[in-house]
């Protein structure tokens, strides 16, 4: 979702955020408040602060299972490495490892899942009849299926069931 959620952003710094603006002239109330207002600016020693609960109330069950171990992992390296680079390095961690695990799962669909006479699902991976133009070793393409029964194999010929 949207930092503003929808909403159109509007500055609470008014007509005074800008130099040219305060260059114009500025009432007294209205230096009274932009020095507030500057002075609001300036963050406490121990800000931002984590609110655990906060947090928790905010983020799904599901997701904080599953942050769960990088985040002790690197709970444990932050005083080490410093609480901005392990925060850098937990996340692309957490990255690079769901890429992996999408990586190792589409290789075991595609080795174990593919589709063959044995199984009614699976996607069917098909190669196309390559480019032989006049001039190549192989022109004219002669295909290596023998006969009409070759075509909609899937595999069974090479089955241990017909040896």
Known sequence: MAQTAGVKPMTIAGRVASERER???MTDAERQWRKQWLKDQVLAPNEPVHVEEYWKERTN????????PLDALFEKLSP????NRAADYRYITGKLGFIAVGVLAAHYYFKYGGNDWTKKGGWRVVTSKPIVLPGHPRFPFKSERVSDADYADRGFKDSVLIK
Do not use: E
């Not at 069950?61 to 769960?68: A, G, S, T, W």
């Open 61 to 68: 069950p599901i997701r904080r299972l599953y942050r769960k």
């Open 80 to 83: 080490v490495l410093g609480v």
């Open 23 to 25: 260059c114009i002239g």
